[in-house]
């Protein structure tokens, strides 16, 4: 995939305000915007949504550690992107924001069980102990799924504004 100056800038942008929405949300434990900005990036750009995903991904690391805490980081969020690319383009709209929400809950609701392969690999957990990882973190994804159904509720609006954006752009 080729990107033009404008996409590298636009990509770049969305990568930092990802970034600096999940820093500012630090203060609730497991409360922040990256599934909804996911979703409505992958909306709006498909396979190039990559880009600020892995933006993203890049500033964490390299402004919180290249840790082992990071590794999951490589696949989680895409995990996310994957199940919004599978949903069909064309929806009713009147179903749209629900069925987006729900993914974005899923995916909150399924964090540490998707967190816990690496988990396991890293630290050398068998199945047992891998399950107890994760059973000792549902209290938290419970957190993490339900912030992400009502933060989902601002999904359809972002999709609007960079819909906008991305006409006025092409306007200049």
């Not at 989680?76 to 987006?100: N, S």
């Not at 000792?136 to 972002?158: E, Y």
């Amino acid at each position: 995939m080729k990107l033009t100056v404008k996409e590298i800038t636009v990509f770049s942008m969305l990568g930092a305000v990802m970034y600096a929405s999940k820093v500012i949300m630090e203060v609730v434990p497991n409360v922040h915007l990256l599934g909804t900005l996911i979703v409505a990036f992958t909306i709006i750009y498909r396979k190039k949504a990559l880009y600020p995903i892995y933006i993203f991904v890049f500033l964490t690391g390299l402004f919180n550690g290249f840790a082992t805490w990071w590794l999951p980081y490589l696949y989680i969020w895409t995990v996310l992107w994957g199940a919004v690319m599978l949903l069909p383009k064309r929806m009713p709209k009147k179903i749209r924001p629900l069925v987006y929400m729900a993914v974005c809950a899923a995916h909150g609701f399924l964090y540490g069980t998707l967190y816990a392969p690496a988990q396991a690999l890293l630290y050398g957990l068998n199945f047992e102990k891998t399950v107890a990882w994760i059973i000792a973190g549902l209290p938290w994804d419970c957190i993490h799924g339900v912030s992400n159904f009502f933060c989902g509720i601002l999904i359809m609006p972002i999709v609007s504004a960079l819909r906008l954006a991305e006409r006025n752009i092409e306007k200049n």
